[in-house]
Each structure stands twice: as structure tokens, then as C-alpha cells.
């Protein structure tokens, strides 16, 4: 608007004018990124601040364990601990998911790497936004790509909505069989905080571990896993 029709209109008596306050661009994320190795990548996320998660973050919370494991798990955000300690899963839900890991044999960095969808934690511990998401999805696609899991488990609706690009879609209509994360066996099983919650279930994710179990020794021999 025009310095002189602003006028106009205030001689008109319909000042005063409401601006919108221009928002400050979010930077874009490095183009890049689908060629950076691990350290860099990991470099990258520490500083990352495409979205505004890293005004309240202690630090990110990259990942943790064997990256060239044949086994990854994938959970939704960090948490309060998670984001003081550095580390995914290492408050009371990653308590029971290292019992979880460790009732089918498996240990923690031991051919086994731990993710989350989002590196910085959401204040408050609400769900993730849609456009925190969109940011923070390219660095686990790229840590996939990296890894190359032979299996990925998703911890909860949020981390496998997110990976199967599906919303809206529940743990119980996805569990019990093999789905595909570009090309990955991918397993649904319950989060780690809801089985905290919610007792009953546990022996369904103690179902879901054992099909991860199985699915994994098929793809060791040689057997197709996704159905
Ligand atoms: N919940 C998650 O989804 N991830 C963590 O790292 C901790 C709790």
C-alpha cells in the first residue's frame, strides 16, 4: 500500500493500518545432505535450525548405537532425559526398551541402532508438528541410507505413521505383519511410554518382537520378508 492511500484512508477516518509482521524464513536444510556421511551428518544436526525446535533444545539427540547394524529401531522424539543426556531412549521407556531388546537376544550398539523421526525434543513433550517432521525427516532417511538395516522396528504410531507415510492409522491394524519402509522390512510394534502405560499390551509387543525375530532370521537365510 501507498504512503498516499494510506493517508487517504486515514483522513477517511478507517486508520489505523494492520501489517502483517513478515515471519523470519526458516533456513532451508542443506541440499546436500543426501551425500553426507555420518559424521557430517551428525555434525549438521547439531546445528541445525530449520525449525523452531532448536530454540528450546539442550542439544539434539542424533542416534545411538552400531551403524552399520542389521537391526534399527525407530522411535518418535526425544523426551526431557533424552534431550539432557544426549542419548535416545534412556529414561524409563528406554529402560523397558532395552528389556524389550534384550528378551529377544539383542543389546543396545550391539548390531542394533536406536533413532528417533525428530533429533530435538518438543517442548512439554507434545506431539510432533507436521512441518518439524518435513524438516527433520530427511536426516533419518539419510541415516538409513547410511546404516542400512537389514529390519527396522517403529516404536509407535507416530514413528511408523511417519515411515509408512500413512496418517491416521493405528498400531493394532498394523501389527502382525511385514510392511516396507523403501524397501526395508519394516515391523510395528507398540512405543516403549504406552506400554509403560498400559500394561495389557505388552504381550502383544512381545508378539510383535518375536515376528521381528523370525523376519529377521529369513532375511539372514535368504528368504523375501515383506508381505
Ligand atoms: N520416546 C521416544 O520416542 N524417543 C526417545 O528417545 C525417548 C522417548
Known amino acids: 500500500m501507498t ?16 501489517r502483517l509482521k513478515p515471519v523470519a ?17 551428525e555434525a549438521v544436526v547439531a546445528n541445525c535450525t530449520a525449525c523452531g525446535l532448536h530454540k528450546t533444545r539442550t542439544q539434539t539427540v542424533f542416534g545411538v548405537g552400531d551403524t552399520q547394524a542389521d537391526w534399527l529401531f525407530v522411535g518418535e522424539a526425544p523426551g526431557a532425559e533424552e534431550d539432557a543426556q544426549g542419548e535416545p531412549f534412556v529414561g524409563q521407556a ?5 528389556n524389550m ?9 550391539d548390531n542394533v541402532y536406536i533413532a528417533n523421526v525428530l533429533k530435538c525434543r518438543p517442548p512439554d513433550n507434545r506431539s510432533p508438528l507436521p512441518e518439524e517432521v518435513t524438516k527433520c525427516m530427511p536426516y533419518l532417511k539419510r541415516q538409513i541410507e547410511l546404516i542400512q538395516p537389514k529390519l527396522i522396528v517403529g516404536l509407535g504410531k507416530f514413528a511408523v505413521q ?3 507415510g500413512q496418517g491416521d492409522v493405528t498400531i493394532a491394524s498394523l501389527r502382525g505383519k511385514v510392511h516396507a519402509y523403501q524397501g526395508i522390512p519394516l515391523i510395528v510394534t507398540y512405543h516403549p511410554a504406552y506400554l509403560l502405560r498400559t500394561l495389557q499390551d505388552k504381550a502383544k509387543a512381545w508378539e510383535d518382537l518375536c515376528l521381528a525375530r523370525e523376519t529377521m532370521q529369513g532375511l539372514i537365510s535368504g528368504e523375501s520378508a515383506i508381505i
Not at 528406554?94 to 532395552?98: I, P, S
Not at 531388546?101 to 550398539?109: A, F, V
Open 3 to 18: 504512503a498516499r492511500r494510506e493517508l487517504y484512508l486515514q483522513e477517511m477516518g478507517l486508520g489505523p493500518v494492520w
Open 25 to 41: 524464513a526458516e533456513p532451508p536444510l542443506p541440499a546436500d545432505i543426501q551425500s553426507m556421511e555420518g559424521a557430517e551428518l
Open 94 to 98: 528406554g529402560k523397558l526398551l532395552d
Open 101 to 109: 531388546l534384550k528378551s529377544i537376544g539383542l543389546k543396545r550398539g
Open 162 to 164: 511417519t515411515l509408512l
